[in-house]
């Protein structure tokens, strides 16, 4: 997405989020609230992301070292149930990455904060609750009716990338190949940032990605991961579709 020249990635917070001013220093006064629909540019020379998000005035930019608070992540609902076939005792956290990805990706487009739970409902609602995990075809068919968005399903990196730099978002559908889980797993991809791609992981947990081949690969900023489209679909390979395209209708 470019605005005014710089590139800018869409996301939402999913907590408080402290800000800096632009030399760095702490700005006590401002914050980025849970549930706003950010624009997030390229980091600059000092090492700072712009985050521009709303106000009651409008809009405001402040800084960020690093994007902490932009991932809704399925460790935090061990609680909420999320049963299938073959699994009754299963939750969330042991099963939704896909639900916490949708959620993620719903924000981004249309800064609309779903629940989980929320997200739980429409998934068993439309049974895309299966022994495997989520069927992501049936919850993208029917989250696309619930927050009007459009779904095209793509196996090409260059699609895929075409589709970022537009604004939209996708859903990737990695195989467990060993950099984003040793099992199939979805993370999402939220846009380009420093000529990388940024992805929301939604199974991150601290040193996840402290091994020698994963920090060889991918750059944990905070929250989200930086890393280049032939890690990303590499992962992917032996998955079809490898990745769900979300967008605004136009």
């Not at 609309?112 to 429409?122: E, F, I, Q, T």
């Not at 068993?124 to 619930?146: E, I, N, P, Q, Y």
């Not at 996708?170 to 099992?183: D, E, L, P, R, W």
Request: with cysteine.
């Amino acid at each position: 997405l470019q605005r005014g020249g710089k590139r800018r990635m869409r996301a939402m917070a999913f907590r408080k989020i402290a800000v800096l001013k632009e030399n760095g220093l702490p700005d006590g006064k401002s914050y980025i609230a849970a549930g706003d629909w950010c624009m997030i540019a390229d980091k600059t020379l000092a090492g700072l992301y712009p985050v521009t998000y709303p106000t009651a005035r409008g809009e405001k930019t402040r800084w960020v070292s690093n994007l902490k608070g932009f991932l809704c992540n399925q460790n935090g609902y061990g609680d909420l149930p999320y049963p299938a076939p073959g699994y009754p005792s299963a939750t969330v956290k042991s099963g939704g990455c896909g639900l916490c990805a949708a959620v993620s990706a719903v924000g981004a487009l249309t800064g609309k904060a779903v629940p989980v739970k929320d997200m739980r409902d429409l998934a068993v609602s439309c049974g895309a609750r299966v022994s495997g995990g989520t069927d992501m075809k049936r919850l993208t068919d029917r989250l696309c009716k619930a927050y009007g968005l459009k779904c095209t399903q793509s196996n090409h990196l260059s699609q895929l990338t075409e589709h970022l730099e537009k604004g939209g978002v996708a859903i990737c559908n990695t195989a467990g190949k060993g950099m984003f889980s040793t099992g199939g797993h979805y993370v999402v991809a939220l846009g380009m940032l420093d000529g990388k791609l940024c992805l929301a992981d939604p199974g991150l947990y601290a040193g996840k990605y402290s091994n020698a081949r994963r920090k060889a690969a991918v750059k944990v900023s905070g929250d989200l991961l930086l890393t280049d489209g032939a890690t990303l679909d590499a992962d992917c390979v032996g998955r079809w579709p490898r990745y769900y395209l979300l967008g605004e209708v136009n």
